[in-house]
């Protein structure tokens, strides 16, 4: 069957997902596929015996519904801005943001596709709110920011005996030929420079080393969202996934782009840092 991207409020989701229990019509803002709610049908339902897991255990739950989904990269690129439901194609991020979202959805009074998206768009966007892609957190780190002041997440860097971290981002408005939606548009540049020199101001960041990943180990849980700090002048990181525990080892279960899918990664968790990353962030969901 030929599937046909929402952009506009259509029938036959809605007719497709009658008496599902989780499925609904997109809002007319959602930009997605018939089977983009299938999918989150089928997860919920998945899902639906173990809302009462602790939080990082149902996240887990969660993204092992997308294990070996494809890889694909910059599927929310779209102009305007609106919120992208992409659930057949995953990169590392949208892999976590997906995971994390449907997770928040299924801790609802009424799980359903259209609260899951409500979630989503909280996570990704500031303030909730979607204007322009200005408005869309580039920055992980903005992200981790912003959805801590919102109280769903908690950066445990620190806790767990990281050292400090300082940030310059500068990366997209010195770059702006990368990103077609900045590319010509030097308003937007000048708000993502604010947006970088406001996210770099803050002294709230930390990170974990490689060589000290394995001292913390026992201190980290299923379901952490785990982020690898780049060297890359400008950029914060660069790879993200989730701890997913081997035994009594951390391992990495992400969208991996080397790998062209959501897997579970051959190596430890500190193994993949020290081939990938100056340390490590770690995240926890607060509820």
């Known amino acids: 069957m030929t599937m046909i991207r929402l952009r506009i409020l259509l029938l036959p989701v809605a007719l497709l997902l009658a008496g599902s229990g989780y499925g609904q019509t997109p809002a007319k803002h959602v930009d997605c596929t018939d089977e983009d709610v299938e999918i989150w049908n089928r997860c919920a339902a998945a899902l639906a015996g173990r809302t009462a897991l602790p939080a990082g255990e149902l996240i887990l739950e969660a993204a092992r519904c997308f294990m070996d989904r494809p890889y694909v990269a910059s599927t929310l690129e779209k102009e305007p801005e609106r919120l992208v439901v992409n659930l057949r194609e995953l990169d590392c991020t949208t892999f976590v943001e997906t995971a994390v979202a449907m997770a928040l959805a299924m801790k609802d ?33 903005d992200w981790i920011f912003e959805n801590s002041r919102r109280g769903l997440v908690s950066d445990v860097t620190r806790q767990l005996g990281g050292e400090p971290l300082a940030l310059r981002l500068s990366f997209m408005s010195s770059h702006p030929d990368l990103y077609r939606q900045l590319k010509s548009r030097p308003e937007r540049i000048r708000t993502m420079q604010e947006k970088e020199a406001e996210i770099s101001s803050r002294d709230v960041y930390a990170l974990i080393p490689p060589a000290r990943i394995s001292d913390y180990a026992g201190e980290m849980r299923n379901g952490d969202i785990v982020c690898f700090v780049t060297s890359v002048d400008g950029l914060d990181v660069s790879h993200l996934g989730f701890v997913c525990f081997q035994g009594d080892t951390p391992g990495l279960l992400h969208a991996s782009s080397a790998g062209r899918k959501v897997m579970v990664d051959s190596r430890s968790l500190q193994e993949y840092a020290y081939r990938s990353a100056r340390g490590i962030i770690v995240v926890r969901i607060a509820r």
Do not use: A, G, K, M
């Open 109 to 141: 009074t009424n799980p359903s596709f259209e609260s899951f998206c409500r979630h989503l768009q909280t996570l990704r966007y500031r303030d909730s709110v979607i204007r322009d892609y200005t408005d869309r957190l580039h920055y992980f780190s």
